[in-house]
């Protein structure tokens, strides 16, 4: 039973446009989550996260949205560019050790 | 080095040998943690260490896996009598403490034949 769910296996944006990655969580524990973004034969680089306390977390072009009750987390990307290209991975843990993924969503910016 | 390594990048081997997977984490991190990715999967956490605590190893998927952490740094996975099941990419993170920010290596790749 996947307990951290990312529905969009790939997601196509303009660059210069918003890009918006989902994830989805069913564990209500959880109350620490992450994104992380991987580029191919790389290990993935920590991108943001947010604690469970907050609804919003801002970092540059990176902003993440946590909805609770819906149990929902979002991933906002804006201006998108083409260097943005990765693996996107949502991650959520109760305590922030062992950490649960998504199975990632391809993120492709067109130039 | 800066940041986590991983030996070897790769690793092909034979349906019933051991391999072993080693990890470097970062100079100074307490923390470190092994998870694996299987294709189209998301990474699966396998097994924890913090400082001189007794490993959190409920996410081992069988008694093959086992992994130990001497003196505190270097981490070895060791599958043993490998499966083709078990093929994967084996990645290993550090943290400066429990519960901080998960630092990646860039993973090892395993193909059992």
């Known amino acids: 039973d996947q307990q951290v769910k990312q529905n969009s296996p790939s997601l196509s944006v303009q660059e210069g446009r918003i890009s918006i990655l989902n994830c989805d969580y069913t564990?209500?524990?959880?109350?620490?989550f992450l994104w992380y973004k991987k580029y191919p034969a790389e290990g993935p680089t920590f991108l943001i996260s947010?604690?469970?306390?907050?609804d919003k977390n801002e970092d540059g072009r990176f902003t993440v949205f946590l909805n609770k009750s819906a149990k929902h987390l979002s991933l906002h990307i804006v201006p998108s560019q083409p260097g943005d290209s990765a693996v996107y991975f949502c991650?959520?843990?109760?305590?922030?050790?062992?950490?649960?993924f998504g199975a990632g969503t391809i993120l492709r910016v067109k130039s | 080095g800066a940041g986590v390594s991983q030996s070897p990048s790769n690793k092909v081997t034979e349906k019933g040998k051991d391999v072993e997977l080693r990890c470097d984490p970062i100079?100074?991190?307490?923390?470190l943690y092994w998870y694996r990715q299987s294709l189209g999967q998301g990474l699966e956490f396998l097994i924890y260490?913090?400082?001189?605590?007794?490993?959190?190893k409920s996410g081992l998927p069988s008694d093959r896996f086992s992994a130990e952490r001497t003196g505190g740094s270097v981490s070895t996975l060791t599958i043993q009598r490998t499966q083709q099941e078990d093929s994967a990419v084996y990645l290993c993170?550090?943290?400066?403490?429990?519960?901080?920010?998960?630092?990646f290596g860039p993973g090892t790749r395993l193909t059992v034949l």
């Open positions: 947010i604690s469970s306390i907050k």
């Open positions: 260490f913090q400082g001189n605590s007794a490993p959190d």
């Open positions: 564990n209500s524990m959880f109350d620490y």
């Open positions: 100079s100074g991190h307490t923390a």
């Open positions: 991650a959520a843990s109760e305590g922030g050790n062992k950490l649960v």
């Open positions: 993170a550090s943290s400066l403490l429990a519960g901080g920010g998960q630092f």
